[in-house]
């Protein structure tokens, strides 16, 4: 199954420019995380968000939490070309389970 | 490095015939590792929790009979796609958490099964 949607569904920016993927998820969470793919690959861990928690940073990345709101915005600034990709929040129940993946969001960066 | 291993990556058989992937975890040991399938253009979906020393738990709407798990070892995870049609054509992932935490996880880099 599936938690929700994420939007925009693909998003097409310049380099330079920041780019906001926003999430939403239907369930109680302990954790909020983003995974990023390139394209045919396997998947690598961003960044992980508590319930508790409502903003959190890592170096071009920041990531918000609206529990209340059941949503998860991931910001990345100044892209780059070698973002291109696509990105994924997931949410995990309880500790030691499985992810359950949202839609995505594909990013395309041009130069 | 590569914390998680897939073999292989790519394979491509006849309508049919069973395949079989595994998933390694090179720096720890897993007792529970993950399984998710990704079609084109869209996310990835559990499909199985695989549990070292008992039964894989499976995802309501995925036979258990056709994605038959096992987890032979604590690094060693097999997914085998038996009898395999064109529609179990898909990109086969596994994962395995992060053992500090339990909460973000490892990716492999999957294995795309092509049935023809």
């Known amino acids: 199954s599936q938690q929700g949607e994420e939007d925009p569904q693909a998003l097409s920016i310049q380099e330079g420019e920041n780019a906001t993927m926003n999430c939403s998820y239907k369930?109680?969470?302990?954790?909020l995380q983003w995974y990023r793919q390139n394209s045919g690959r396997g998947l690598v861990h961003l960044i992980l968000i508590r319930s508790n928690e409502r903003e959190k940073h890592s170096g071009r990345l920041r990531v918000t939490l609206d529990t209340s709101k059941k949503s998860s915005s991931l910001l990345i600034t100044a892209s780059r070309a070698a973002d291109t990709a696509s990105y994924f929040c997931a949410t995990v129940r309880q500790a030691g389970t499985a992810l359950i993946f949202g839609k995505g969001t594909t990013l395309s960066v041009s130069s | 490095g590569a914390v998680v291993s897939q073999h292989p990556s790519r394979v491509i058989c006849k309508s049919g015939t069973s395949v079989k992937i595994e998933c390694r975890s090179l720096?720890?040991?897993?007792?529970?590792m993950f399984w998710y399938r990704q079609f084109p253009k869209q996310s990835l979906m559990l499909m199985a929790t695989s549990n070292e020393g008992s039964k894989a738990t499976y995802e309501q709407g995925v036979e258990k009979d056709k994605f038959l798990i096992n987890h032979a070892s604590l690094t060693l995870s097999t997914l085998t796609v038996t009898s395999a049609h064109p529609e179990d054509s898909s990109f086969y992932i596994c994962?395995?958490?992060?053992?500090?935490?339990?909460?973000?996880?490892?990716f492999g880099p999957g294995t795309r099964l092509t049935v023809l």
């Open positions: 720096d720890f040991q897993a007792t529970t």
């Open positions: 994962s395995v958490p992060k053992q500090e935490t339990y909460n973000e996880q490892f």
């Open positions: 369930t109680s969470i302990n954790n």
